[in-house]
């Protein structure tokens, strides 16, 4: 590890190799449009290289760069001018068969998700789909473990509401935490 104050490219070259597909993952549950998960990832990244000198733990660099990505996020939800269709020229996979009813309840989940205020779904992201603790999350999200908490138990409800009997949220969540 290099010292305090200097660039050390080669730690930060072995961050973007280990976490790049993690944290292209939370930005797009995040943002929901693969384009602007990418265009996040790389600004984050960015972001991370040029405070690298600062910070106090390199190896801390990876939850510096998740939270990064959640404040950006957040700031891009507020200002909503990027946000919403986009025509698109690559057509989706053909659907496998037996596959119908699952990928219907991703749609309806990821549909839901993208209705969420910015900090639920930030939240929600973080602690079910990047399967971080409460304490974790509250680091990237720069907030108690309390609004965390309720951030979560509020995105929850909604994602309940939004979606009804239709979809089990317990079935969808990769950690399956949602209850």
Known sequence: MAARGTRDRAAFAELVAARSASLHRAAYLMVGDVGLAQDLVQEA???TYVAWPRLRDTAAADAYTRRVITTTAITWFRRRSWYGERATGDLPEPARPG???????????????RQLPPRQRAAIVLRFYEDLTEAQTAAAMDCAVGTVKSQVAAGLAKLRTLL????????LMPTGGAS
């Open 45 to 47: 990244l960015t972001k």
């Open 164 to 171: 009804g009997d239709a979809v089990d949220l317990d079935d």
């Open 99 to 113: 596959h119908d009813e699952q990928v219907a309840d991703r749609t309806a989940l990821m549909a839901a998700l």
